[in-house]
């Protein structure tokens, strides 16, 4: 069988999937809307309603597997409330203590550093200036747990309020706009 490999731009406000599956939420945006994908096509890893940018789809399962594996980076461009300092992204790096299914869990070491350029970053209103500073930081981490990334920042007193996946190993966002799909090859 030939595979099948794409890079999308998931925006915010759709789910990481192809089908709505709950009785609760029937009106959910969902990836179809933005290209006929082939039968068979699944989300390698997932980012949740609120988060955007990269996402992977295959219909390759063993691809699906190496890509959500510890060993490729997923890189993230977070905005968070209030003026971050190096203290904390030497927390973040050295590995903060979350809860995973209610059971206390530390991250592994991470990367992160504050970002000063964010002009690659498609805008998006979040919220007005008068609500206080912000601050942007890329994050780079080999796991991916639940909602990892918020966690770690609202633990060190820095919550999140936009979050943009820009990097997953070797493929990146560049200069794609919410809704892109682009055929990749493996």
């Known amino acids: 069988m030939n595979h099948k490999y794409f890079k999308i731009y998931k925006p915010y406000g759709y789910l990481s999937q192809f089908i709505n599956n709950q009785t609760k939420r029937k009106n959910k945006k969902l990836l ?3 290209y006929d994908f082939p039968e068979g096509t699944m989300a390698v890893g997932r980012l ?3 988060s955007e940018g990269l996402l992977l ?3 390759d399962g063993k691809f699906s597997n190496h890509i959500t594996s510890s060993k490729i980076e997923k890189e993230y461009h977070v905005m968070v409330d209030g003026s971050i300092t190096e203290e904390t992204i030497n927390l973040l790096k050295k590995g903060v203590e979350i809860s995973i299914n209610g059971k206390p869990y530390i991250t592994l070491p991470c990367k992160a550093n504050l970002l000063s350029d964010t002009n690659h970053i498609v805008e998006r209103f979040v919220r007005d200036e008068k609500h206080g500073i912000t601050s ?3 994050i780079t981490i080999r796991e991916g747990k639940f909602r990892q990334v918020r966690k770690m920042t609202a633990k060190l007193g820095f919550p999140t309020l936009r979050l943009v996946r820009v990097r997953i190993g070797n493929y990146s966002l560049q200069d794609m706009q919410p ?3 682009v ?4």
């Open 32 to 34: 179809n809307e933005f």
């Open 57 to 59: 789809l295959t219909t």
């Open 136 to 138: 942007w930081l890329s």
């Open 48 to 50: 949740d309603e609120k």
């Open 183 to 186: 055929e990749i090859n493996y």
């Open 179 to 181: 809704g892109d799909v």
